[in-house]
């Protein structure tokens, strides 16, 4: 079935450092990718998705790419902020189906950024 | 902007106790999930729901749960026994009536509730 690896945790990085998070998965469809954030103490946000091979998604500075041909979608984040300290789940939606929307998730990964 | 509100937050339990946790979606959400995560692994899938039944089931989702919309606005996971197996965290999460007609749509989820069961 469908799967998504992600790099095991924590990864503690400084203040305004360069931030990588590696995810691969595998599918057997076309698969949506996406990236959720947990805040402590708060659910599961969507920070990022992509539809399609080579689309680009951005948001609060974070970008991840789809690469069909690596099937990755690196997360990215040029200069992290004390503030960005969270788990990190990379996420595939086989969207074949019409119906329902169901997320396999990876692992997740807890970003410690100190100041 | 709306939310995806459960309860409780922490709920600890006794083995071979029925519990309820609750789940109030987003008001014009129309499709309904139940996720969790043991402590450690992967966030997995449970069910999926849909015009007051199930659409989708994991190999989790056994004969030990059952989920229901009892008044239009609630959406509840019930275990019937539960096993030490089922402590994790679990998540409710929601998408709008539209939110399958297009790729990517993303589900809006819950803070979770924490099950311990001891």
């Known amino acids: 079935g469908d799967s998504v690896t992600q790099m095991e945790g924590p990864v503690t990085l400084s203040e305004e450092a360069f931030l990588t998070i590696n995810c691969t998965y595998t599918a057997t469809g076309y698969p949506s990718l996406f990236w959720y954030v947990q805040y402590p103490g708060e659910g599961l946000q969507l920070l990022l998705k992509?539809?399609?091979?080579?689309d680009k998604g951005s948001n609060k500075g974070f970008e991840a790419t789809y690469r069909k041909e690596t099937t990755s979608f690196h997360l990215e984040k040029g200069s992290v902020q004390v503030s960005d300290s969270a788990v990190y789940f990379c996420?595939?939606?086989?969207?074949?189906?019409?119906?329902?929307?169901?997320?396999?998730f990876g692992t997740g990964t807890r970003l410690l950024v100190s100041p | 902007e709306p939310e995806v509100t459960q309860t409780p937050s922490h709920q600890v339990t006794q083995m071979g106790q029925e519990v309820i946790l609750r789940c109030v979606p987003i008001s014009n959400h129309l499709y309904f999930y139940w996720y969790r995560q043991i402590l450690g692994q992967k966030v997995e899938f449970l069910v999926s729901?849909?015009?007051?039944?199930?659409?989708?089931k994991s190999e989790i989702f056994d004969d030990q749960f059952s989920v229901e919309r009892p008044d239009g606005s609630n959406f509840t996971l019930k275990i019937r026994s539960t096993k030490l197996e089922d402590s994790a965290m679990y998540f409710c999460?929601?998408?709008?009536?539209?939110?399958?007609?297009?790729?990517?749509?993303?589900?809006?989820f819950g803070n979770g509730t924490r099950l311990t069961v001891t």
């Open positions: 996420a595939l939606s086989d969207d074949r189906n019409t119906g329902f929307q169901k997320l396999v």
């Open positions: 999460a929601s998408i709008p009536k539209g939110g399958l007609s297009f790729r990517g749509s993303p589900l809006h």
């Open positions: 992509a539809t399609k091979a080579d």
């Open positions: 729901f849909y015009n007051n039944e199930i659409s989708e």
